[in-house]
């Protein structure tokens, strides 16, 4: 066992600012004064994409991972939280299932996925064309919801498989969490990416600054993991971010060269190129093609996942991009070396 | 009674690196010793990596935008 007295103290984050009723009555019951109940037809008024469902599904899950200081741990199997937290989350996937065509051919959705396009949009693109360090800044806060618990919301998975897919994994799993070594897992690769560009490497410290975009993306991961149901989903999902990781790293390797950081910050993203190279052959080779072999009706929920991560991705992509050209900042609460940050608090083109 | 050899996995793949079960110490045509601690690791067969032996997905196919339904070309740029 390596021991490592620098480790920072766990320390759980405060909940945040609720957006709008259904994170104010989820947030109530969160600190044990339940009022007005999430019931379907509250949540049928919401925007599934949007901040406040968004938020108050998040917040949901996350008593599943670090919870919040003032919150008991207790909540996290209370019917007064999952009850709610069921009509959030079918709310959500519906209209994910609405919004992708579906299908069933897993080869040609990875095919597509491992076609590269040097002349692409897309943030990673963008920020080794052209971006500014304020821009590589705050997309490394928004990402921070998802990589300071890497891995975590795949972990959920493991024991919904079995056999060869489920040691592939697992392999994945153990070099996520730092092969042995607690220095080299990718969330504290994160939090030292973080320190050396001067954003805080606390847990839960951008959640209030973070767009419904960003939470939904760690929600589809959140929502696969934890339910059985949906593990072929979950395996989309951990797919489309193993194979579409190395290409991007480097790109953002090349960007963070360009604009002069240190190399903490480059580490992080250096080690993924070399690390998800090989993360792509466990995946294609050691999960699903065993998986769909025992289990070939999970095609659908495969395609769906591959399907509704890159849809999600995609629009976190255009929200950076399309406030970024126009020199917006896209965080709630601005980082202080954004532009124009006094009158834009809050008004992130959606 | 004699037992199995414990025998580390090489897998071959169609199209790109060769995957390799373990640690691992690699030599060079130079005589340069590379070392990989990873649980697997992808070896570059296609000589294209820049993080050579290691693959960093050179390997794969490339393709302009304008030649797949769907996608869209960086003009977001002013450069
Ligand atoms: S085999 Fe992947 S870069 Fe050469
Ligand atoms: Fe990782
Ligand atoms: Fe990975």
């Avoid at chain 1, 606390?202 to 600054?209: C, E, I, N, P």
């Avoid at chain 1, 999600?312 to 970024?324: G, I, T």
Wanted: with cysteine; hydrophobic share 40%.
């Amino acid at each position: 066992m390596t021991s490592d007295t620098a480790m920072p103290a766990v320390v759980a984050p405060g909940l945040p600012a609720p957006r709008g009723p259904l994170s104010a009555a989820a947030f109530d019951t969160l600190r044990g004064s339940p009022g007005e109940q999430i019931d379907a037809a509250a949540v049928a008024q919401a925007d599934p994409y949007g901040d406040d469902l968004q938020l108050a599904l998040y917040c949901c899950y996350e008593l599943h991972y670090r919870g919040f200081s003032g919150v008991g741990a207790d909540l996290e199997w209370d019917p007064q939280l999952l009850g709610p937290r069921r009509h959030l989350e079918r709310a959500f996937l519906a209209t994910l299932r609405a919004d992708v065509p579906g299908g069933t051919d897993v080869s040609a959705e990875i095919d597509a996925l491992l076609v590269e396009t040097p002349d692409a949009s897309g943030v990673s693109h963008y920020l080794r064309r052209c971006g500014q360090l304020w821009q590589l800044r705050e997309y490394v806060a928004h990402r921070s919801l998802y990589h300071l618990k890497e891995a975590d919301p795949q972990a959920w998975v493991i024991p919904r498989l079995s056999g060869p897919a489920k040691t592939a994994l697992v392999t994945v799993e153990h070099d996520e969490y730092g092969a042995g070594n607690p220095r080299r897992m990718h969330s504290r690769l994160f939090g030292d990416m973080m320190s050396e560009l001067g954003l805080c490497p606390q847990y839960g410290a951008y959640l209030d600054a973070a767009p419904a975009a960003t939470l939904t993306e760690v929600n589809f991961m959140s929502l696969c993991g934890l339910h059985r149901a949906l593990r072929g989903a979950l395996i989309g999902q951990f797919a489309t971010v193993e194979l579409t990781s190395s290409p991007g790293s480097d790109r953002l390797v090349r960007a963070m060269r360009r604009l002069g950081c240190g190399p903490a910050a480059i580490e992080f993203y250096a080690e993924h190129v070399e690390a998800d190279a090989a993360h792509e052959q466990l995946v294609r080779h050691g999960v699903i093609t065993p998986l769909l072999a025992s289990e070939p009706e999970l095609a659908t929920d495969v395609v769906f996942g591959i399907q509704a991560a890159t849809l999600l991705a995609d629009r976190f992509s255009d929200l950076l991009l399309r406030n970024w050209t126009a020199s917006q900042p896209t965080l709630r609460n601005p980082l202080p070396d954004a532009p124009s940050q006094v009158a834009t608090r809050q008004k992130i083109a959606p | 009674m004699p037992t199995e050899p414990t025998r580390r996995r090489i897998t071959v793949t169609e199209d790109g690196p060769i995957l390799v079960q373990g640690p691992v110490e690699i030599v060079l045509a130079d005589g340069q010793e590379v070392i990989s601690d990873r649980a697997a690791t992808a070896l570059c067969t296609c000589r294209r990596s820049r993080r050579y032996p290691f693959c960093d997905t050179s390997h794969r196919r490339r393709v302009r935008t304008d030649r797949i339904r769907g996608a869209e070309a960086d003009r977001t740029c002013d450069r």
